[in-house]
């Protein structure tokens, strides 16, 4: 397994403004993905966030909006950008070995936009 | 486009009551599915991994069963427990990227 911490765990931020989410594991990982899971619904893919290069964005996100960094192999930065109140969700790292093998999650950064 | 459903969305048991939660998917062709468990406020935690050749995985009280051609599996849960109330989601892999696709969860309440 891994050990996922994310930062901040949550936050309240205005319109308009961006907020930075970090994901630090404690062994490097291959696979590193981000998703959201707006109130009361499921979870949705993001991105998958690439070593050393641009991240892969799944359709209706876009990397003005959720750009995204991997700088190495057990870091990652996504970043909200201008805000507005439907960003508020709760948004969750998760990494994998390999595409056999568990995906794990952290335990989420919750934020509410206003 | 792969969709997955988990039926029921919500179910209340009285304590020691065995159960199953459903999940479906509309495209055969997965890599391996996964079961997770929400408690509320909180993240994820895989309960089980059952890759596209096994029928079957087991994890203490909990079974889960895979029929690939029928898009389906079940997360069984024997004698069930206060402590198993939560937020059970299915999510199913369809190729070598690792990305998962969920279903909406079902909502387990277990009554002591």
């Known amino acids: 397994s891994a050990v996922i911490s994310q930062k901040p765990s949550r936050d309240i931020c205005q319109r308009g403004t961006s907020l930075t989410i970090q994901c630090q594991v404690d062994s490097q990982v291959t696979m590193m993905f981000w998703y959201r899971q707006q109130p009361g619904q499921s979870l949705t893919l993001i991105a998958t966030?690439?070593?050393?290069?641009?991240?892969?964005?799944e359709s209706g996100f876009v990397i003005d909006k959720f750009p995204i960094s991997r700088p190495n192999l057990t870091f990652s930065t996504l970043t909200v950008s201008n805000m507005s109140p439907e960003d508020s969700s709760i948004y969750l790292c998760s990494v994998g070995r390999t595409a056999e093998t568990e995906q794990y999650f952290g335990p989420g950064t919750r934020l509410t936009v206003t | 486009k792969q969709e997955v459903t988990q039926i029921p969305a919500a179910l209340s048991v009285p304590e020691g009551e065995n159960l199953v939660l459903n999940c479906s998917f509309t495209?055969?062709?997965?890599?391996?599915l996964q079961w997770f468990r929400q408690d509320p406020g909180k993240g994820l935690t895989s309960l089980l991994l059952?890759?596209?050749?096994?029928r079957e995985q087991t994890s203490g009280r909990l079974n889960a069963s895979l029929d690939k051609s029928s898009g389906r599996s079940t997360l069984y849960i024997a004698a069930s427990q206060p402590g198993d109330s939560a937020t059970y989601l299915c999510?199913?892999?369809?190729?070598?990227?690792?990305?998962?696709?969920f279903g909406q969860g079902t909502t387990l309440q277990v009554k002591p």
């Open positions: 059952i890759q596209s050749s096994q």
């Open positions: 966030a690439n070593q050393g290069s641009e991240a892969t964005y």
């Open positions: 999510a199913v892999r369809s190729g070598n990227t690792g990305k998962l696709i």
């Open positions: 495209d055969s062709a997965i890599y391996n």
